[in-house]
C-alpha cells in the first residue's frame, strides 16, 4: 500500500537521501523532499524537525531523516512533539522501532549504511506494523513524560517573566 513520506537529511545524508527517494518512487510511494538540496554544508536541525513536523501534522504518514550517523538527526526529530523517531542500522531494529514502539520517523546514517541496506531498511519499517498491547502502555507512557516536560518548559519560562 502506498505511503506519503516526508524526507530530510544534511549534507552528509544528500546522496543517500537521493537513492532513498529513487527506491520509494519505484514502489509507489509518495515523497515530499524537505531538503537539504545537496552536498553543501548545512545544520541539520532545521529540515529534521520539519520533516518530523510534517508527520506529527498529518502532511506525511511517515518521515525519514538522513544524515553522517543518524543520531542528531534522530535527536532532533524527537524534539518534535509526537514525533518518536529511531536510529536503524538493521532491518530487526527498524521492524521493532515499528512493533514495539510505534515509531513515525525512521533516522539513517549515510556513513554507516550502504544504499541497498538502507533501502531494505526503509522497506522494514514501513511494512511493519505497531503491536499495541503492552507496547500501547510504554508508548502513552513516553507521551506523558513529553507533556509533563513541555508544562515544566512552559512553567520555567513563564517564572522568567516579569
Not at 41 to 70: F, L
Request: glycine share 10%.
Amino acid at each position: 500500500m502506498p505511503v506519503k513520506l516526508s524526507i530530510a537529511n544534511d549534507h552528509a545524508g544528500y546522496q543517500l537521501k537521493l537513492a532513498v527517494m529513487s527506491h520509494l518512487r519505484e514502489v509507489g510511494h509518495e515523497v515530499d523532499d524537505l531538503g537539504a538540496h545537496g552536498e553543501e554544508p548545512v545544520d541539520y536541525p532545521p529540515y529534521c524537525a520539519a520533516c518530523a513536523r510534517s508527520v506529527v501534522a498529518g502532511r506525511a504518514d511517515m518521515g525519514i531523516v538522513i544524515g553522517g550517523s543518524g543520531q542528531g538527526e534522530q535527536i532532533a526529530a524527537n524534539k518534535v512533539h509526537g514525533a518518536r523517531a529511531a536510529l536503524c542500522h538493521d532491518e530487526y531494529t527498524a521492524r521493532l522501532a515499528r512493533q514495539h514502539n510505534n515509531a513515525n520517523v525512521l533516522a539513517l546514517g549515510a556513513r554507516i549504511l550502504a544504499a541497498e541496506l538502507a533501502c531494505d531498511i526503509v522497506d522494514v519499517f514501513l511494512s511493519s506494523t505497531f503491536q499495541g498491547g503492552r507496547h500501547q502502555v510504554r508508548v502513552d507512557e513516553v507521551v506523558a513524560i513529553e507533556v509533563e516536560e513541555s508544562r515544566a518548559w512552559a512553567a520555567a519560562q513563564g517564572a522568567d517573566q516579569p
